[in-house]
């Protein structure tokens, strides 16, 4: 998964296949004719080998191009990225992770490494809640951050080294990615505060159309997913018309099902797995029944 300009209309010549996190091949070294197609809902050309196979989607309204490359265990992953330069968004993502190794930069900040979701509640407020939202991703960092709407993100101390849902998904797209970002749900321009925020903003294509947070909200045609979508969860019960929860789609997993990865309370920071339940979209698990859209950036 890697940024992209393009737009539609627009002529791509040399397409790169994500092989190891590089851009190689290109659709002039198929042995026969590549092709391309035009798809809806979303809006999408697709060009595919010609043996038929998907090399790569460019969705109308994205900046994220999807680029097919051999499949990976997580374990493969990490060893091919342990000491590379060139991440895309999912070796971002794990570098966050329970166990993932501190990573400085040439400041001396830590800008990656194992992540708290927050601060443990020791005031009974939120409801009861066990940690404590709003860590944004300059709450990580331990620095303030100049937004392009002229605020400035200003850390707290107590947040230091936690990413809530939407902070996470700011940290790896917007700081490590450099997607550009709002400083609340209200001001700037780019990706919101929060995952209600993010939901219900004009960025990126809607893959999977909000049409309420009700339980008969639940989209059924996921298989519209794919790798780096955002996807975006009713699951506070206290709250009525506001979606509270943010991952990234990672694809399926061994046995077929799609799976997302997000920072959560209960398992404290970025993770594939929850006491709460596992990460898959589909089938009638705590988060496929809490599903309510999805959008590509």
């Known amino acids: 998964m890697k940024p992209c300009n393009w737009t539609p209309g627009t002529e791509v010549r040399n397409v790169g296949v994500l092989d190891g996190g590089k851009a190689s091949g ?11 197609s035009r798809l809806e809902n979303p809006a999408r050309s697709v060009l595919r080998g010609s043996d038929g196979q998907i090399k790569a989607v460019f969705t109308d309204g994205a900046r994220l191009a999807t680029l097919t490359g051999p499949a990976r265990t997580f ?6 990225y342990a000491d590379s330069k060139e991440d895309d968004v999912f070796a971002t993502a794990f570098q966050y992770v329970a166990g993932a190794p501190q990573k400085k ?12 979701f927050g601060p443990l509640n020791t005031t009974g407020a939120e409801g009861g809640d066990l940690r404590l939202a709003q860590s944004d991703f300059y709450d990580c ?12 993100g ?14 996470f998904i700011r940290m790896v797209l917007g700081y490590r990615t450099r997607y550009p970002l709002m400083s609340s749900d209200t001001s700037g321009d780019g990706l919101p505060r929060t995952a209600n925020g993010m939901a219900r903003s004009d960025e ?9 947070v009700g339980a008969d909200a639940r989209p059924s045609a996921i298989d519209q997913l794919q790798p780096g979508d955002l996807v975006f969860f009713k699951l506070d019960a206290r709250t009525k018309e506001r979606l509270d929860h943010v991952g990234i789609v990672l694809g399926y997993d061994t046995e077929g099902h799609l799976i997302f990865v997000s ?10 797995g929850d006491v709460g339940g596992v990460s898959r979209l589909d089938g009638n ?10 959008k590509r950036l």
């Open 263 to 272: 920072s959560r309370e209960e398992i404290n920071g970025p993770t594939i």
């Open 204 to 212: 990126g294509a809607d893959v999977l159309p909000l049409t309420g």
């Open 154 to 167: 200003t850390p707290e101390s107590m947040r230091a080294r936690s990413l809530d849902c939407s902070g």
């Open 141 to 152: 960092l331990g620095l303030p951050y100049p937004f392009r709407d002229g605020q400035t």
């Open 285 to 294: 698990g705590y988060y496929a029944k809490t599903l309510r859209s999805a």
């Open 75 to 80: 374990t493969d992953w990490h060893a091919e």
């Open 105 to 116: 930069d040439d400041q001396g900040v830590a800008y990656a490494g194992d992540a708290n």
């Open 26 to 36: 290109s659709a002039d070294d198929d042995k026969g004719e590549a092709t391309w």
